[in-house]
């Protein structure tokens, strides 16, 4: 209870500071005038049609990430898998890149469907290739198909972005990962979605702590091994797919945050779920706000701050075999 409160304290903090942190910097009293509605005009614009939208499409987009993550690691048994091994993340990036080739999408608000369609169907193509041939599908076979369509449908991206580079401006902010633009209907298109997957991943974490200790064990345990593993991967899609839809692929959330928390709170999933939740939402938000500020008044997409910031602090904890084992 006490780490879930820090952490939740932290992630109203984060998300104070995000609405006062940018390349126009202002104080709380600005911030609450403009909550009140009795602000300047400059300052209502900042505040609630720039910086709330995005605010709490970070907080959705982090919070998604980092349970898809989580239930990725435990799913798989490799502490080094993250949500995009299952193909999501091409997935969306292709479904993308054919509506910019054949129906002339270009405004990132229009990529939220076909990206979580993509990443659907995707997800759904990684587990009947897994699963073909004898024996059930296993998460090795999953992992090495989701890798493999991952690889192709990443090459046929790159060579339709490249043929048409004027067609294809509009995915750059996309394809980096940035929460920059998306408004509130874009953020509530997704969260529907956002929300089944984060209570079936609650449902799902007795059963994955059964699941660690073998399948045979689970069994006895009385856990329904099969309806574990479709859960999961359906919980991954709706996380991860509805994520990168939302804000692209932002790279190191679902595959760092886990880590920490186990390394802080140990190996139960539920712990891990929950504490997954909160904690990720906060590194989405301050890279978000290290991205507004480093170069400003430009900015850095957060996809960016994110693969920087996680690098060095994941090979950290990679080194501790604590964080490292599942």
């Known amino acids: 209870m006490i780490g879930a409160g820090a952490l939740l304290i932290a992630l109203v903090g984060a998300g104070a500071l995000s609405l006062m942190i940018g390349a126009n910097p202002l104080g709380w009293d600005q911030v609450r005038d403009a909550l009140r509605g009795s602000g300047t005009t400059e300052t209502a614009y ?119 580079p004027d067609a294809f401006d509009s995915m750059r902010s996309w394809n980096a990962g940035s929460v920059l633009g998306r408004g509130l209907e874009v953020t509530g298109t997704v969260a529907p979605f956002i929300v089944i997957g984060l209570l079936l991943a609650f449902v799902l974490a007795p059963g994955l702590n059964a699941l660690a200790l073998g399948d045979d064990v689970a ?16 919980a991954v899609t709706l996380l991860a797919g509805s994520a990168t839809a939302l804000a692209g692929p932002i790279a190191f959330v679902g595959l760092m945050v ?30 978000d706000m290290l991205g507004r500020v480093i170069i400003a008044p430009a900015e850095v997409p957060v996809g960016i701050v994110t693969a ?19």
Request: aromatic share 6%.
């Open 258 to 287: 886990p880590h920490i928390v186990r390394w802080i709170f140990g190996v139960d999933q539920r712990l891990i779920i929950v504490f997954s939740a909160l904690l990720a939402p906060v590194l989405v938000l301050l890279s």
């Open 219 to 234: 069994r006895a345990q009385g856990a329904r091994v099969l309806g574990i593993r479709w859960g999961v991967i359906a």
């Open 46 to 164: 900042i505040v609630l049609d720039l910086r709330i939208p995005r605010t709490v499409a970070a907080v959705v987009a982090g919070a998604a990430l980092g349970v898809a993550g989580a239930l990725i690691q435990a799913f798989t048994r490799n502490p080094l898998a993250d949500p995009g091994i299952l193909g999501v993340n091409s997935g969306a990036a292709l479904a993308i890149a054919l509506g910019v080739a054949v129906f002339g999408l270009r405004d990132a608000s229009a990529f939220v469907w076909p990206a979580f369609a993509g990443a659907l169907c995707v997800t759904v193509a990684v587990y009947l290739i897994g699963s073909s041939g004898r024996g059930a599908a296993d998460p090795l076979r999953l992992t090495l198909a989701g890798v493999a369509l991952g690889a192709v449908f990443s090459g046929i991206t790159t060579g339709m972005t490249l043929s048409d």
């Open 308 to 326: 920087f910031v996680g690098a060095p602090i994941l090979i950290v904890l990679a080194r501790r075999r604590r964080a490292s084992a599942l």
